[in-house]
Structures are given as C-alpha cells and as structure tokens.
C-alpha cells in the first residue's frame, strides 16, 4: 500500500513538473531554431520573404539562447557557436584568421547504472550529445597577414546537420573532456 502511494505521489510531481515547464518554455524556443533540426534551410524558394525569416529567425535565437540552457533542457540540440579559425603557414609563419559562425551538438543525454553481481559490479550505460550526420563546409577566413599565401583563405571544417543521444564513438569525437562549467552555458 505504502508502494502504491508512493507511486501516486511521484506520477503526481512528474506531470505538475511538466505542466511548469510547458509554461515556463515558450513553444517558439523549441519548435524553432537557425537552421537547426526543427528549422527549414534557406532556398530560393524561400527567398520571397527574405526579411521576415531573417527577422524570424533572430527572434527564435534570441528566446532560444535565453530558454534553452544546461539546467533546462534534457535533450540534445544543435547550436550555433561561434570560434576563432586560424591557419598558418608552416615556413614563413603567417597567418589568416577569422571568427566562423557553425552548428554543433549541444545538450544532455539520459545515462545511469544498473548493479551486476560480477565484477566490475555495475552496467553502465553513458551516452552523450553528439552527431548523427555531418557535412564538410568551406569558410574563406578574411583577415590574413600582408603576403600570407592564398592557400591559408580556405578553412574546411566539419558542420553538425543534426543531433542525437547515443554512446561516445572515439574514432570520431574526443570522448574524454573536462568537465562543464554550468554558469558558462
């Protein structure tokens, strides 16, 4: 009986916790996001309404960025990050860089441990936020050193096209990482 109510109680706070948190989150910051999972590319098709996507879309990454952060979300989404790209020249030292703006994986994912009776007494399962299909992008870095070749201009990197919760691959992302500054996000 005491089990019973028990799971009662908890049924009880897990829909109270989802009806606060369907309040607190507006749908436009999950259901829309730059280019993202949930989003639509950019086509000529598309491009009638050129101004009022590219006003939407501030918008939705606006409340997307204040909304969607570590302590709020339990899912895996893609993000814009921006980063410094530097190239440089192995024999004379010059260099071209710039600030790129791409998408990644970003978010939390469910993991635990079920207890075993054999050594190492535990079945782990960890999975992490990462890429499901990627797709290699070509930026043109804009501020390069006076005569740095025309080679370094092209910095080719990887673009996240979409993401998911699944276990750590080490033959494609560095698995092993120091630990999140919560504050940070």
């Not at 797709?135 to 043109?140: A, D, G, I, T, W």
């Amino acid at each position: 009986m005491v089990l019973l109510n028990q799971r009662i109680v908890v049924m009880l706070m897990t829909v109270f916790i989802s009806f606060v948190l369907m309040l607190t989150l507006p749908a436009t910051a999950i259901a829309k996001s730059a280019n993202g999972r949930n989003g639509r590319m950019m086509t000529e098709a598309t491009s009638n309404n050129n101004n009022n996507n590219i006003k939407e879309r501030r918008i939705n990454e606006k409340i997307r960025r204040k909304y969607l952060t570590v302590q709020r979300t339990l899912d895996c989404h893609e993000r814009s990050f921006t980063f410094k790209a530097v190239q440089t020249d192995p024999v004379t030292g010059l260099q071209c860089r710039d600030y790129i703006r791409l998408l990644s994986c970003w978010g939390r994912c469910n993991s635990g441990e079920i207890s075993d009776y054999r050594f190492p007494y535990k079945r782990s399962f960890h999975n992490v936020c990462i890429h499901d299909v990627v797709e290699k992008r070509l930026f043109e870095l804009t501020d390069c050193d006076a005569g740095a070749p025309e080679y370094l201009r092209s910095y080719e990197t990887v673009v996240a096209k979409s993401c998911v919760c699944r276990r750590c691959e080490t033959s494609m992302v560095n698995c092993e990482s120091a630990s999140i500054d919560l504050d940070y996000m």
